[in-house]
């Protein structure tokens, strides 16, 4: 069986009772950490689970993971995986490969900055297609329009865009540094979706004790420090209630 569960938004403790009793009877268990920045302790995990915890890349659970599930095939295999197990396409196509080879399937849920940016006040029902802000590298250097293209979309419907930071195996994309991408993109589209006076809210370590939230325009927020993971959010149409809940984080 492959049983996929997820860590939750910022450490060990964010684990489930469900998740650490199927990991303690499984004959395998795995983690890959390169879709999300995952503040936990790999060596706390394995004392909590009694077991050795093997981390994969990118390649094993992709171009490779025909190994994780022949394991599968005869064994019980978790994988933990950062947030909820099914926001991160990678996991939806696994779990297909899986089903498609006959191996049985459990899913274990856990909290997401999907759910998180609840916190925000921003209403959940308004949120739009999210997008992720990559590394100029990752693009060859060249501006990642189809990011510009669901902003202006989300905006001209009045709704809010969740944009996560990208992360590779070397570091996690800062705010500042998404920022003047978007700012690059508005330069090169010039059709006034990214503005420097637009709000936007900015989310560091949710799920944490340092979790914090700030609401303020573009202009201000340029250059700024922020902890990672953290995500940028451009709100569409504001409620008057959601309004006055991002007034407390200005």
Known sequence: MLILAGLGLFDEKDLTIREIEEAKKADKVFIELYTSKWHGSLEKLEEMIGKKVEILIRKDLE?????????????????????????????????????????????????????????????????????????????????PESVYDVIKMNRVHGLHTLCLLDVTDEKVMEPKEAIEILLNLENARKENVIKEDLGIVIFSKAGSEEAKIVFDSIKNLRGKNFDVPAVLIIPGILHFTEREFLSTFV
């Open 63 to 143: 171009e490779n993971s025909d190994k994780v599930l022949r394991q599968a095939k005869t064994q019980n295999v978790v994988i933990f995986v950062p947030g909820d197990p099914m926001v991160a396409t990678t996991h939806t196509s696994l779990i297909q490969q899986a089903r498609k080879l006959g191996i049985k399937t459990k899913i274990i849920h856990n909290a997401s900055i999907i759910s998180a940016i609840g916190e925000t006040g921003l209403h959940i029902y308004k949120f739009g297609p999210s997008v992720t802000i990559p590394f100029p590298e990752k693009t060859k250097g060249k501006l």
